[in-house]
C-alpha cells in the first residue's frame, strides 16, 4: 500500500508531509517527557523485524494479487502509540530513499496510511476489545478487529489522497471497492499474524505487552527481561529479510493490483509531479527495488542472460543483501531517533 509521487499532487502530498511530521514530533515530545532508555534496542530490533516483515508479499488466492504485513499494530501493543509511530517512521523513510519503495512526496500520506491509524485509532479499539485481558479470544478479536480497521482505513486514504490530487482518472467509487475489498483479506492474515506474535511475546515476558498498552500494575521491565524478546525478533529479522524473503510473491501488491483492474494496465500513465525530489531519491537508492543496481541499458540483456542459471536456484542473493541491510539501517536509524529523543540523561537525574 505504498504510494508512490505520481498518485499524488505537490499540494496534497505537501500537506500530509506536514501532518505526519506534526505527529512524529508530538511523538517524540511525548516519549521525551517518560523516557526509557532500555527500550531503545526493542524498538531497534522491532523495526528491523517489520521492515524484513514487509519484505514477504504473500499470494491473495483466486484474486493474482498479494499482500504483506503493514506492522503498525504489532508495534503499537508492544511499544506503545508514540515510540511504535516513531519506529513505523523509520521502516518508511528506509523504504522510501534507500530501495525506491514508497516516494519522498508520498512520504507524508504512507506515514499518515500505515501508521497513524494503526498507531493511534487502532491501539484504542485494541484497548476497548481486549481491557485487561491481554490472552485468550479477546486478544486474538481484538488484534484482528483493530488491524481490519486501521488497513481499511489507510487503503480508503490512498483513495482519497490520490482523488484529492487530481492527476488521475480513476473512478472513485470502482477504485475504493476494489482496494477495500482487496486489504480485506491481507488485514485479516495481519492480525492473527499480530495476536500469535503477541502471545509469543507474552509466554517469554508477560510484562513486554502489558507496559506497551499501559496497564497500571505491569510488571516492571528490566534490562534481562527485554534481552529474550529482543534476541528473538533479531533473530528472526535477519531470518526472514535473508532467507524467507526469497519466497515473496510476485504478484501485485493490493495497491498495484486495484490501480491495473480500473486501468486495465499495471504500469502508471503519470510521472512524479516533482522531479527533482525523483533525481534525488534515485540518487539515494542504494539497492532499488531490494536487488542489487543495474547500470545501463546495454547490461540489462547479458544480465538476464547470465541470471537465467541462476533463477533455479533457491538463493537470491541480491534480495537477501536488501534484507539484511534495510534490517540493518532501520535498526540503526530508530535507536538513533529513539535515542535523541530520550536525549542523554546524567546518572544524579535516575530515580534512586
Known sequence: MHMADALLSPAVGGAFIA?????????????????DERRVPLMGVL???????????????????SGHL?????????????????????????????FLDGGILALGTNLFNL???????GLLIYRAIVGRHVEG????????????????LGAAGVVIQTMLSGRTDLPFGRFLALMLGIHFPIALVEGIATAAVVQYVRAIRPGVVEN??????????????????????????VLTGGVLAWFASEHPDGLEWAIARVRGSEQSEAESPVPALERLQQKTALMPDYDFPRRGEDQSASAGAADEPAATLPV???????????AALTLALTALLAVATYG???????AP
Do not use: D, H
Open 47 to 65: 523495526g528491523a523485524f517489520v521492515f524484513a516483515a514487509q519484505m514477504i508479499n504473500f499470494t491473495i488466492p483466486g484474486t493474482g494479487s
Open 137 to 152: 479470544w479477546r486478544m486474538w478479536l481484538g488484534a484482528c478487529v483493530a488491524v481490519v480497521v486501521s488497513l481499511e
Open 70 to 98: 503493514g506492522g503498525g499494530m504489532l508495534l503499537a501493543i508492544l511499544l506503545g502509540p508514540y515510540a511504535a509511530f516513531l519506529v513505523i517512521a523509520s521502516v518508511l523513510v528506509v523504504q522510501s530513499l534507500f
Open 344 to 350: 542523554f540523561r546524567p546518572r544524579a537525574r535516575r
Open 115 to 121: 501508521g497513524v491509524w494503526p498507531c493511534f485509532l
Open 212 to 237: 506497551g498498552l499501559g496497564l497500571s500494575g505491569s510488571p516492571p521491565m528490566g534490562k534481562r527481561t527485554l534481552a529474550p524478546v529482543v534476541i528473538s525478533f533479531l533473530a528472526v529479522a
Open 316 to 326: 537470491n542473493v541480491g534480495t537477501s543483501a536488501a534484507g539484511l541491510l534495510g
Open 19 to 35: 501532518a505526519s511530521s506534526a505527529t512524529l514530533a508530538f511523538s517524540a515530545y511525548r516519549l521525551g517527557r517518560q523516557p
